[in-house]
């Protein structure tokens, strides 16, 4: 008989009705000044880099989110819901001349899709650190 598998850890917070409008709030940013220049250009900025650190030490992390120098601060899993939110805007191809509904915000996150979606921001180089520029 194998052994049963580890079940994967779980980035799971209780999350507030002003925590989520905080979010929505840096994805609305996002996506207007996405739809209004044709062009994708969110900004990420951490003290240090996340590369390397343990799904509990990311839980610690604040990312300052937004556009320009229009930043504000969030906690890794609210960094990831705005991304996801994202995600699911270019997904349904709302991007047009009206803003975005019916959107799911998932605040439980396995650390297999928490680490995806951290891959995919680091990917396209957004993820900038405090004084080592983009």
Known sequence: MEPEPEPDP???????EARAQRCI???????????????F????????????KTLDQLRTM?????????LTDLPFLD???????????????QIDDTQPTDFRIS????KTKA??????????????VRGQGP
């Open 41 to 52: 250009e969110p900004r990420v900025i951490a003290d240090e880099s996340p590369e390397g």
């Open 62 to 70: 604040y990312f300052a989110v937004g556009v320009g120098e229009q």
């Open 115 to 128: 680490f995806g979606m951290l891959s995919d921001i680091q990917t396209a180089h957004l993820i900038e």
């Open 79 to 93: 960094m990831l819901i705005v991304f996801d939110l994202i995600k699911q805007a270019e997904t349904k191809r």
């Open 107 to 110: 605040t439980e996150w396995t």
């Open 10 to 16: 779980k980035l799971d917070e209780i999350f507030s």
């Open 25 to 39: 709030h840096v994805f609305t940013q996002i996506f207007n000044h996405w739809r209004t220049t044709q062009s």
